[in-house]
Nanobody, 114 residues
Framework: QVQLVESGGGLVQPGGSLRLSCVASGSIFSVFHMGWYRQAPGKQRELVADITSTGSTTYADSVKGRFTISRDNAKNTVYLQMNSLKPDDTAVYYC????????WGQGTQVTVSS
């Protein structure tokens, strides 16, 4: 049984930073691709950043230059470093693990507001 647990969300002022973490259990983490998605109220879930099993990364245009995705296979963890946060970044952020099968975490709320 694969479980993904996100943490690190919270309330931050515009221009601030947060680091999200997602820990995976019950699988061979290193062979899976990992992604961070977000869903704002009334909007569809969208890709924020993705990192393959070999470390290749992809970013949504809206976060390029501000967010960085990384992974630590020894800790079964994927991270999302978010800098220069904007109110438009407010959303529930979800971790996705996939390679054939797809697994989702429960989400962590990020609120950017003054």
């Amino acid at each position: 049984q694969v479980q993904l647990v996100e943490s690190g969300g919270g309330l931050v002022q515009p221009g601030g930073s947060l680091r999200l973490s997602c820990v995976a259990s019950g699988s061979i983490f290193s062979v899976f691709h990992m992604g961070w998605y977000r869903q704002a109220p009334g909007k569809q879930r969208e890709l924020v950043a993705d990192i393959t099993s070999t470390g290749s990364t992809t970013y949504a245009d809206s976060v390029k230059g501000r967010f960085t995705i990384s992974r630590d296979n020894a800790k079964n963890t994927v991270y999302l470093q978010m800098n220069s946060l904007k109110p438009d970044d407010t959303a529930v952020y979800y971790c996705k693990m996939y390679r054939g099968y797809v697994y989702w975490g429960q989400g962590t709320q990020v609120t950017v507001s003054s």
